[in-house]
């Protein structure tokens, strides 16, 4: 990559990662009457240092004296494991939760939602330099 930073590439993998997280929350949801499952989940600590891995490189410059100077952030997809923290656990052992689940769900919606936007922001901000600005 040339210690450049490839932002399609980032947000790639992010909605695959959050691609694979609602499969694996889906299946826990679907197993939810299935004696003795214990829920699982993406390890997501594994992404963010592969994200800080990339940015490392990436130091903003001020191009111009009226800009405001930025920071640098500094500091593929996680494994499945099974699920820490359990609040509770059926007498038949399964220890599936679905309001958790749901909220995993739609937490794991949002964050899609917002890597979609990014990539349209972005796809406009070209968009906008290839017809010439204005």
């Known amino acids: 990559m040339d210690g450049k930073l490839n932002l399609f590439a980032?947000?790639?993998?992010?909605?695959?990662?959050?691609?694979?997280?609602?499969?694996?929350?889906?299946?826990?949801?679907?197993?939810?009457?299935?004696?003795?499952?214990?829920?699982?989940?993406?390890?997501?600590?594994?992404f963010l240092s592969v994200l800080r891995r990339r940015l490392e490189p990436v130091d903003p410059k001020r191009t111009n004296a009226a800009h405001m100077s930025g920071t640098a952030f500094r500091s593929g997809p996680g494994r499945i494991g099974d699920q820490k923290n359990t609040y509770e656990t059926s007498p038949t052992g399964n220890s599936v939760v679905l309001e958790e689940q749901l909220m995993k769900v739609a937490k794991t919606q949002g964050e899609y939602q917002l890597m979609t936007n990014l990539y349209r922001k972005h796809m406009d901000m070209f968009r906008t330099i290839l017809r010439g600005g204005g």
Do not use: F
């Not at 889906?26 to 197993?31: F, I, L, S, W």
């Open 10 to 46: 980032v947000i790639s993998k992010r909605m695959d990662w959050l691609g694979q997280r609602q499969n694996v929350l889906a299946r826990n949801m679907a197993n939810s009457d299935t004696p003795n499952y214990v829920p699982q989940d993406l390890d997501e600590g594994q």
